[in-house]
Protein backbone atom coordinates (compact mmCIF):
# COMPACT_ATOMS: atom_id res chain seq x y z
CA UNK A 1 0.00 0.00 0.00
CA UNK A 2 1.28 3.34 -0.71
CA UNK A 3 2.12 6.39 1.12
CA UNK A 4 -0.88 7.68 -0.41
CA UNK A 5 -3.55 5.21 0.57
CA UNK A 6 -2.02 4.62 3.95
CA UNK A 7 -3.04 8.35 4.58
CA UNK A 8 -6.71 8.07 3.13
CA UNK A 9 -6.87 5.48 5.05
CA UNK A 10 -6.04 6.40 7.96
CA UNK A 11 -8.14 9.66 7.37
CA UNK A 12 -11.19 7.31 6.72
CA UNK A 13 -10.86 4.96 9.62
CA UNK A 14 -8.47 6.52 12.27
CA UNK A 15 -11.17 8.07 14.11
CA UNK A 16 -12.28 11.55 14.96
CA UNK A 17 -9.20 12.83 16.38
CA UNK A 18 -7.23 11.84 13.29
CA UNK A 19 -9.45 13.40 10.95
CA UNK A 20 -8.91 16.59 13.32
CA UNK A 21 -5.58 16.62 13.37
CA UNK A 22 -4.99 15.96 9.55
CA UNK A 23 -7.24 19.37 8.94
CA UNK A 24 -5.31 21.14 11.76
CA UNK A 25 -1.56 19.98 9.49
CA UNK A 26 -2.93 20.56 6.40
CA UNK A 27 -4.01 24.16 7.86
CA UNK A 28 -0.94 24.71 9.31
CA UNK A 29 0.90 23.74 5.81
CA UNK A 30 -1.13 25.14 3.75
CA UNK A 31 -0.42 28.78 5.82
CA UNK A 32 2.92 28.36 5.37
CA UNK A 33 3.07 27.67 2.22
CA UNK A 34 1.51 31.00 1.68
CA UNK A 35 3.82 33.20 4.23
CA UNK A 36 7.04 31.55 1.63
CA UNK A 37 5.29 32.75 -1.57
CA UNK A 38 4.90 36.33 0.17
CA UNK A 39 8.20 36.35 1.59
CA UNK A 40 9.25 35.38 -1.43
CA UNK A 41 8.21 37.52 -4.00
CA UNK A 42 8.11 40.69 -0.69
CA UNK A 43 4.28 40.72 -0.54
CA UNK A 44 3.40 42.15 3.24
CA UNK A 45 0.45 42.85 2.81
CA UNK A 46 -1.08 39.15 3.06
CA UNK A 47 -1.15 37.54 6.92
CA UNK A 48 -2.94 34.66 7.19
CA UNK A 49 -3.29 35.81 11.29
CA UNK A 50 -5.58 38.48 9.72
CA UNK A 51 -8.01 36.08 8.52
CA UNK A 52 -7.66 33.50 10.68
CA UNK A 53 -6.37 34.25 14.48
CA UNK A 54 -9.42 35.61 16.57
CA UNK A 55 -8.76 39.14 17.44
CA UNK A 56 -9.78 40.50 21.22
CA UNK A 57 -10.30 43.99 19.48
CA UNK A 58 -14.48 43.94 19.43
CA UNK A 59 -14.60 46.34 15.91
CA UNK A 60 -12.28 43.84 14.78
CA UNK A 61 -14.22 40.85 15.75
CA UNK A 62 -17.21 42.44 13.69
CA UNK A 63 -15.79 42.54 10.57
CA UNK A 64 -13.75 38.84 11.44
CA UNK A 65 -16.86 37.07 12.73
CA UNK A 66 -15.88 33.36 10.88
CA UNK A 67 -12.32 33.43 13.46
CA UNK A 68 -14.00 32.51 17.05
CA UNK A 69 -13.67 28.95 14.47
CA UNK A 70 -10.92 29.39 12.24
CA UNK A 71 -9.08 30.63 15.28
CA UNK A 72 -9.04 26.43 16.91
CA UNK A 73 -7.48 25.19 13.35
CA UNK A 74 -4.65 27.77 12.83
CA UNK A 75 -1.10 27.81 14.18
CA UNK A 76 1.97 29.74 13.57
CA UNK A 77 4.66 27.93 15.34
CA UNK A 78 5.87 24.16 14.54
CA UNK A 79 6.49 23.46 18.21
CA UNK A 80 3.20 24.95 19.23
CA UNK A 81 0.74 22.41 16.73
CA UNK A 82 3.47 19.60 17.56
CA UNK A 83 2.76 19.48 21.55
CA UNK A 84 -1.30 20.44 20.50
CA UNK A 85 -1.36 17.50 18.50
CA UNK A 86 0.19 14.95 20.34
CA UNK A 87 -2.52 16.07 23.50
CA UNK A 88 -5.04 15.78 20.95
CA UNK A 89 -3.79 12.41 19.77
CA UNK A 90 -3.24 10.85 23.31
CA UNK A 91 -6.33 12.59 25.12
CA UNK A 92 -8.41 11.84 21.77
CA UNK A 93 -8.21 7.98 22.17
CA UNK A 94 -9.19 8.30 25.71
CA UNK A 95 -12.27 10.14 25.32
CA UNK A 96 -13.39 7.93 22.11
CA UNK A 97 -13.06 5.14 24.34
CA UNK A 98 -16.15 5.95 26.48
CA UNK A 99 -17.76 9.06 23.91
CA UNK A 100 -18.83 8.73 20.05
CA UNK A 101 -17.05 10.09 17.63
CA UNK A 102 -19.82 13.02 16.87
CA UNK A 103 -19.29 13.66 20.63
CA UNK A 104 -15.66 14.27 20.15
CA UNK A 105 -16.17 16.76 17.68
CA UNK A 106 -18.65 18.69 19.14
CA UNK A 107 -16.79 18.91 22.17
CA UNK A 108 -13.84 19.74 20.59
CA UNK A 109 -15.91 22.69 19.09
CA UNK A 110 -17.55 23.69 22.03
CA UNK A 111 -14.48 24.12 23.66
CA UNK A 112 -13.03 26.21 20.97
CA UNK A 113 -16.20 28.55 21.07
CA UNK A 114 -16.24 28.97 25.04
CA UNK A 115 -12.51 29.25 24.96
CA UNK A 116 -12.85 32.16 22.72
CA UNK A 117 -15.90 33.58 24.49
CA UNK A 118 -13.65 33.78 28.18
CA UNK A 119 -10.75 35.42 25.80
CA UNK A 120 -13.23 37.96 24.71
CA UNK A 121 -14.55 38.99 27.60
CA UNK A 122 -11.47 39.63 30.08
CA UNK A 123 -9.35 41.20 27.05
CA UNK A 124 -12.36 43.60 26.98
CA UNK A 125 -13.61 43.86 30.52
CA UNK A 126 -10.56 42.75 32.92
CA UNK A 127 -8.54 45.69 33.84
CA UNK A 128 -5.01 44.08 33.21
CA UNK A 129 -5.57 42.77 29.40
CA UNK A 130 -7.85 46.03 28.92
CA UNK A 131 -4.72 47.87 30.01
CA UNK A 132 -1.72 45.50 27.59
CA UNK A 133 -3.84 44.00 25.31
CA UNK A 134 -7.02 44.56 24.00
CA UNK A 135 -6.74 46.54 21.17
CA UNK A 136 -3.80 44.03 19.89
CA UNK A 137 -4.74 40.45 20.99
CA UNK A 138 -4.69 37.63 19.05
CA UNK A 139 -6.11 34.62 19.86
CA UNK A 140 -5.19 31.36 18.10
CA UNK A 141 -4.45 27.06 18.46
CA UNK A 142 -6.18 24.42 19.45
CA UNK A 143 -5.26 24.51 23.01
CA UNK A 144 -8.89 25.74 24.64
CA UNK A 145 -10.47 23.02 22.61
CA UNK A 146 -7.98 20.69 23.28
CA UNK A 147 -8.63 21.45 26.82
CA UNK A 148 -12.10 20.95 26.50
CA UNK A 149 -11.63 16.93 26.05
CA UNK A 150 -9.13 16.61 28.54
CA UNK A 151 -11.57 18.09 31.64
CA UNK A 152 -14.26 15.83 29.47
CA UNK A 153 -12.51 12.40 30.03
CA UNK A 154 -11.23 13.35 33.64
CA UNK A 155 -14.41 13.99 35.29
CA UNK A 156 -16.46 11.38 33.19
CA UNK A 157 -13.52 8.79 34.71
CA UNK A 158 -11.64 10.86 37.05
CA UNK A 159 -9.69 7.36 38.67
CA UNK A 160 -8.38 6.05 35.13
CA UNK A 161 -4.86 5.95 35.03
CA UNK A 162 -2.48 7.01 32.52
CA UNK A 163 1.37 6.53 32.15
CA UNK A 164 3.54 9.77 31.84
CA UNK A 165 7.20 9.69 30.94
CA UNK A 166 9.14 9.90 34.10
CA UNK A 167 6.33 9.82 36.57
CA UNK A 168 4.43 6.34 36.57
CA UNK A 169 0.99 6.41 36.46
CA UNK A 170 -1.48 9.39 37.05
CA UNK A 171 -4.69 9.45 37.18
CA UNK A 172 -6.75 11.44 35.15
CA UNK A 173 -8.35 13.99 37.46
CA UNK A 174 -4.80 14.82 39.05
CA UNK A 175 -3.50 15.24 35.19
CA UNK A 176 -6.98 17.57 34.30
CA UNK A 177 -6.30 19.73 37.62
CA UNK A 178 -2.41 20.19 36.87
CA UNK A 179 -3.19 21.86 33.46
CA UNK A 180 -5.70 24.07 35.14
CA UNK A 181 -3.72 25.56 37.66
CA UNK A 182 -0.97 25.81 35.15
CA UNK A 183 -3.60 27.87 33.43
CA UNK A 184 -4.37 29.84 36.45
CA UNK A 185 -0.89 30.86 37.34
CA UNK A 186 0.28 32.10 33.95
CA UNK A 187 -3.03 34.12 33.77
CA UNK A 188 -0.60 37.48 34.02
CA UNK A 189 2.34 36.11 31.86
CA UNK A 190 3.58 36.44 28.33
CA UNK A 191 0.59 34.52 27.14
CA UNK A 192 -1.65 34.96 29.78
CA UNK A 193 -4.96 35.59 26.53
CA UNK A 194 -3.80 31.92 25.71
CA UNK A 195 -4.20 30.57 29.51
CA UNK A 196 -8.18 32.26 29.80
CA UNK A 197 -8.61 30.58 26.76
CA UNK A 198 -7.66 27.17 28.30
CA UNK A 199 -9.81 27.41 31.60
CA UNK A 200 -12.53 28.62 28.96
CA UNK A 201 -11.95 25.42 27.51
CA UNK A 202 -11.76 23.72 30.40
CA UNK A 203 -14.97 24.86 31.96
CA UNK A 204 -16.74 23.66 28.03
CA UNK A 205 -15.29 20.21 29.13
CA UNK A 206 -16.44 20.00 32.59
CA UNK A 207 -20.38 21.68 32.07
CA UNK A 208 -20.53 18.56 28.92
CA UNK A 209 -19.32 15.86 31.21
CA UNK A 210 -21.18 17.18 34.51
CA UNK A 211 -24.52 17.48 32.38
CA UNK A 212 -24.17 14.36 30.61
CA UNK A 213 -23.31 12.21 34.26
CA UNK A 214 -26.11 14.49 35.91
CA UNK A 215 -28.85 14.76 33.90
CA UNK A 216 -28.10 12.30 30.88
CA UNK A 217 -27.99 15.31 28.55
CA UNK A 218 -25.70 16.14 26.32
CA UNK A 219 -25.53 19.77 26.20
CA UNK A 220 -22.91 19.75 22.63
CA UNK A 221 -25.92 18.39 20.66
CA UNK A 222 -27.09 21.36 18.86
CA UNK A 223 -23.69 21.76 17.55
CA UNK A 224 -24.03 18.25 15.85
CA UNK A 225 -27.56 19.27 14.08
CA UNK A 226 -25.94 22.40 12.47
CA UNK A 227 -22.80 19.90 10.91
CA UNK A 228 -25.55 18.05 9.61
CA UNK A 229 -27.77 20.76 8.34
CA UNK A 230 -24.34 22.36 6.89
CA UNK A 231 -23.52 18.90 5.34
CA UNK A 232 -27.01 18.53 4.14
CA UNK A 233 -27.26 22.12 2.86
CA UNK A 234 -24.00 22.11 1.00
CA UNK A 235 -23.14 18.53 -0.13
CA UNK A 236 -23.47 17.55 -3.24
CA UNK A 237 -26.31 14.65 -3.65
CA UNK A 238 -25.27 11.80 -3.22
CA UNK A 239 -25.48 8.74 -6.24
CA UNK A 240 -27.78 5.71 -5.13
CA UNK A 241 -26.07 3.13 -3.50
CA UNK A 242 -25.20 0.43 -5.96
CA UNK A 243 -22.40 -2.53 -4.81
CA UNK A 244 -18.78 -2.47 -6.15
CA UNK A 245 -17.22 -5.05 -8.30
CA UNK A 246 -14.86 -6.65 -5.51
CA UNK A 247 -13.75 -8.62 -8.25
CA UNK A 248 -12.18 -5.66 -10.53
CA UNK A 249 -10.30 -4.27 -7.09
CA UNK A 250 -7.12 -5.12 -5.70
CA UNK A 251 -6.36 -5.84 -2.09
CA UNK A 252 -5.95 -2.63 -1.40
CA UNK A 253 -8.46 -1.06 -2.29
CA UNK A 254 -11.02 -3.95 -0.98
CA UNK A 255 -9.72 -2.67 2.11
CA UNK A 256 -9.93 0.96 1.91
CA UNK A 257 -13.74 0.24 0.35
CA UNK A 258 -14.61 -1.79 3.42
CA UNK A 259 -13.01 0.26 6.01
CA UNK A 260 -14.44 3.20 4.35
CA UNK A 261 -18.01 1.59 4.65
CA UNK A 262 -17.27 0.47 8.37
CA UNK A 263 -16.92 4.14 9.14
CA UNK A 264 -19.80 5.19 7.43
CA UNK A 265 -21.53 3.04 9.70
CA UNK A 266 -20.18 4.13 12.56
CA UNK A 267 -21.27 7.65 11.95
CA UNK A 268 -24.65 6.90 11.28
CA UNK A 269 -25.16 4.73 13.98
CA UNK A 270 -23.19 7.16 16.24
CA UNK A 271 -26.17 9.77 14.68
CA UNK A 272 -29.26 7.31 15.50
CA UNK A 273 -27.48 7.56 18.74
CA UNK A 274 -27.55 10.87 19.83
CA UNK A 275 -30.45 12.20 17.67
CA UNK A 276 -32.75 9.19 16.65
CA UNK A 277 -33.39 7.20 13.21
CA UNK A 278 -35.53 9.74 11.87
CA UNK A 279 -32.90 12.21 11.75
CA UNK A 280 -30.96 10.26 9.26
CA UNK A 281 -31.13 11.56 5.36
CA UNK A 282 -32.63 9.43 2.82
CA UNK A 283 -29.08 8.59 1.55
CA UNK A 284 -28.12 7.11 4.78
CA UNK A 285 -31.60 4.99 5.44
CA UNK A 286 -30.65 3.85 2.22
CA UNK A 287 -26.87 3.25 2.99
CA UNK A 288 -27.49 1.71 6.18
CA UNK A 289 -30.09 -0.91 4.47
CA UNK A 290 -28.29 -2.08 1.95
CA UNK A 291 -25.35 -2.66 4.08
CA UNK A 292 -27.52 -5.04 6.44
CA UNK A 293 -28.60 -7.03 3.13
Known amino acids: MSFTEQIKMQWRTGGAHISLIYINILIFLLVKAVEIVCKLFLINSIDPAEFLAMPSSVSALSTRFWTPITYMFYHKEFWHILFNMLCLYWFGMLF????????????????????????????????????????????????????????????????AKINLLLIGAVKLKFVALAFILMSFFGLTSFNG???????????????FAFSLKKKNRDITAWINSIIDWVVTVFAKRKPKFSPPDYS???DAEFNINR??????????????KSSGYESLTKEEKQFLFSQGK
Open 248 to 250: RMS
Open 96 to 159: LAVFSSRQFVSVYIFGGLMAAALYALSFNFVPYYQQFFAASGLLLGASGAIMAIVVAVAVWQPD
Open 259 to 272: ARNSKEIDRILDKI
Open 193 to 207: GGEVAHLGGALAGWL
